[in-house]
């Protein structure tokens, strides 16, 4: 067995890095006897020396120096754990320059500057793996680009943002509040420094743009394609999903159809007893379908310490055995033939949950289905529970009314929301979701 050891620079010990060098620490040599050698931890790059850690390490490793590190010839292979895209983009840029290869879990940097980072990579002959930044512990990177080799992906239909789903499944399950949910989120270590990127879709359309470059060979800007979060849905959203028989979760999707391959991420209706609607807290699931190979599914824990740690260091043992530099080159070097045009955001089909808030008066009811009914829009159900009665010159209550369509374009559900928020007896947040049957 060769001893030359992988000599290991880490950038970042906080949740993910803390999760890595524990792992490295208790399965040291289970690792070892793995990749072929030992996994050495020569250094680790902090901000704040005096911060206390959860994870014990020798004093000596730890510096705030990150040149010293980066320039340091005794180090084979840097982990950019710190997040953010403007330092992390030039640490990983250097680290190449200097000869070295680069895990990462930063799915942001990748999403914004991987056609560089990538490109430059393969023109110094270096590799960057990324097993982390999709899905957290879930080993679909490995899966798109090395075990689903021999196929042509069709759809990807995924659960990739795993506080989102803590949210969605602690409103559901525990009937929390959105804001209790977010916190206890951050908390358990799974939201972004900026939990925005959480909530509002970005970071699982900036994943979804990872899985889209491996599985289908383009590179799709985020704001290519429809991205919306969670930030709208309220508790009436959750149980009038249940009542319908649905459970609301923030889907990801890319497939393949006559216009191309149509992007988006949204929250979307998923049916009860569908295995998507039942994957809970921060779970994330993938569902791929390949030409060969069939439908396939994975989930697991998709954020955290250990599990996002748990796809580092596989990464870290790809590269100790050279099987990170034979899958990941090809990234910077582009696909063969046309590139897939990307379908227009408008012309998506699906069923949609519309909610309103409406003044409980004549002709409400009238007004709304008028305008839906000059977008093609046909009703499937509708509820609109009673509100009170009043009397006298008291002014009308509102109340929720909640509309399930059939099947119509985004474009046409979009113009049709436009016109209703000119309706004065219109009012208040509205939600408009997909519903995925
Ligand atoms: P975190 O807990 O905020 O940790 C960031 C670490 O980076 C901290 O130790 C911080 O030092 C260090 N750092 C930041 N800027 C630095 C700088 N300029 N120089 C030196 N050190 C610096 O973040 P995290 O949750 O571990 O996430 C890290 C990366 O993994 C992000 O890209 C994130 O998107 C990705 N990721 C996270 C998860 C997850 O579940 N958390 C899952 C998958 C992927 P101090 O401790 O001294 O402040
Ligand atoms: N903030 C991310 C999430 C971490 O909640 O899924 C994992 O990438």
């Not at 949740?15 to 792992?23: D, E, K, L, N, P």
């Not at 680290?95 to 430059?120: I, P, S």
């Not at 249940?242 to 149509?262: H, M, S």
Request: charged share 20%; aromatic share 2%; net charge negative.
């Amino acid at each position: 067995m060769a001893e030359t050891p992988l000599r290991i620079a880490m950038i970042g010990l906080g949740t993910v890095g803390s999760g890595v060098a524990r792992i490295l620490q208790q399965h040291r040599e289970l690792l070892q006897q793995r990749a072929g050698r030992p996994l050495e931890l020569r250094r680790v790059v902090v901000r704040d020396l005096k911060k206390t850690r959860d994870v014990d390490l020798p004093g000596s490793l730890v510096t705030d120096s990150l040149t010293g590190v980066l320039d340091d010839p005794e180090v084979d292979v840097v982990l950019e754990l710190m997040g953010g895209t403007m330092t992390a983009r030039d640490v990983v840029l250097q680290a190449l320059e200097n000869g070295k290869d680069v895990v990462t879990a930063n799915k942001a940097l990748l999403c914004q500057a991987g056609d560089e980072l990538f490109g430059r990579a393969v023109k110094l002959g270096r590799t960057i793996a990324f097993e982390a930044a999709v899905a957290g512990g879930i080993p679909i990177i490995a899966a798109v680009s090395q075990s689903m080799s021999a196929n042509r992906i069709q759809s990807i239909q995924a659960i990739l943002n795993g506080t989102s789903n803590y949210i969605l499944s602690q409103m559901l399950l525990a009937g929390q509040s959105y804001s209790d949910a977010l916190g206890q989120a951050q908390e358990l270590g799974y939201a972004e420094a900026d939990p925005t990127l959480d909530i509002d879709g970005t970071d699982a359309a900036q994943k979804l743009t990872l899985l889209v470059r491996l599985a289908f060979g383009i590179s799709v800007p985020v704001s290519d394609f429809h991205v919306s979060g969670i930030d709208r849905i309220e508790p009436i959203d959750i149980s009038s999903a249940g009542e319908l028989g649905y459970t609301i979760k923030l889907i990801a999707q890319a497939r393949l159809g006559e216009a191309g391959l149509a992007l988006s991420v949204r929250p979307t209706l998923v049916r009860k007893d569908r295995p998507l609607a039942q994957t809970h807290g921060s779970l994330n699931a993938v569902a791929l379908d390949g030409d060969s190979v069939g439908p396939l599914w994975m989930s697991g824990r998709g954020a955290g310490s250990l599990p996002t740690a748990s796809a580092v260091v596989a990464d870290l043992v790809d590269m100790a055995v050279g099987r990170a530099q034979l899958t990941f080159p090809r990234l910077g070097l582009g696909t063969p033939g046309e590139p897939l045009p990307i379908a227009s955001r408008d012309e998506f089909v699906s069923r949609f949950y519309l909610r309103l808030t409406v003044e409980d008066r004549p002709h409400v009811m009238a007004d709304v289905t008028d305008i839906l009914g000059r977008r093609g829009i046909s009703l499937a159900s509708v509820i609109q529970h009673e509100a009170p009665e009043v009397s006298g010159d008291a002014a009308s209550p509102h109340v929720p009314l909640i509309i399930m369509t059939h099947r119509t374009t985004a474009g046409a559900i979009s113009a049709a929301e436009r016109e209703l928020d000119d309706l004065k007896t219109v009012r208040g947040n509205r939600v408009c979701l997909a519903v995925a049957d």
